[in-house]
Antibody, heavy 122, light 108 residues
Framework: EVNLVESGGVVIQPGGSLRLSCAASGFTFDDYTMHWVRQPPGKGLEWVSL????????IYSDSVQGRFTISRDNSKDSLYLQMDGLSTGDTAFYYCVKDSGRCTTGCTFDSWGQGTLVTVSS | SYVLTQTPSVSVAPGQTARITCGGN??????VHWYRQKPGQAPVLVVY???DRPSGIPERFSGSNSGNTATLTISRAEAGDEADYYCQVWGSSSDHWVFGGGTMLSVL
């Protein structure tokens, strides 16, 4: 059974930095593209970033490009999101999401973690 | 940018059929995926590639996609189907993955 467990969500001041982690189990981690998707409390879903199975390619949404960095450590079955220059608009639940394959376009998100809440507030 | 439009809320009586729509420009040319999110829980994939169901999703859930509208159909609706439902597509190399705004399904 696929299991994705996010951690690292906290309350942080605007302008701060934070690193989220996701521990994966129940599947061959380095066979799959991984994503981060976020959801402001009470609002809809927004795709944030992806990283290919080997870490060789990363893509970001326009809203986080240049501020967030996605990475992975396949030896530890772990996914990360480094978040810099945080603003109140980044307040959201952040979900670690498994792709259905080694996709960079058009595939689906077949497993989601429970999410970790990042609150950016002064 | 590519935009997906969903009706904010849909109500259906128990045992009846619920239809949740997702509108987008020529969405019929894209593969549409649907997610269910119950309160306080993470989203769960219920339909992918317009009409396929992941293992464990009942046959009551089905999908279709044509023209400018994709539809998630839930037959014989149950109280346990109450949730927010989101559609998703790959928009383009600039839009990347796009979600609809979500539809809250009430079964009452």
């Amino acid at each position: 059974e696929v299991n994705l467990v996010e951690s690292g969500g906290v309350v942080i001041q605007p302008g701060g930095s934070l690193r989220l982690s996701c521990a994966a189990s129940g599947f061959t981690f380095d066979d799959y593209t991984m994503h981060w998707v976020r959801q402001p409390p009470g609002k809809g879903l927004e795709w944030v970033s992806l990283i290919t199975w080997d870490g060789g390619s990363t893509i970001y949404s326009d809203s986080v490009q240049g501020r967030f960095t996605i990475s992975r450590d396949n030896s530890k079955d772990s996914l990360y999101l480094q978040m810099d220059g945080l603003s109140t608009g980044d307040t959201a639940f952040y979900y670690c999401v498994k792709d259905s394959g080694r996709c960079t376009t058009g595939c689906t998100f077949d497993s989601w973690g429970q999410g970790t809440l990042v609150t950016v507030s002064s | 940018s590519y935009v997906l439009t969903q009706t904010p809320s849909v109500s259906v009586a128990p045992g009846q059929t619920a239809r949740i729509t997702c509108g987008g420009n020529n969405i019929g040319s894209k593969s549409v995926h649907w997610y269910r999110q119950k309160p306080g829980q993470a989203p769960v994939l219920v339909v992918y590639n317009d009409r396929d169901r992941p293992s464990g999703i009942p046959e009551r859930f089905s999908g279709s996609n044509s023209g400018n509208t994709a539809t998630l159909t839930i037959s014989r609706a149950e109280a346990g189907d109450e949730a927010d439902y989101y559609c998703q597509v790959w928009g383009s190399s600039s839009d990347h993955w796009v979600f609809g705004g979500g539809t809250m399904l009430s079964v009452l």
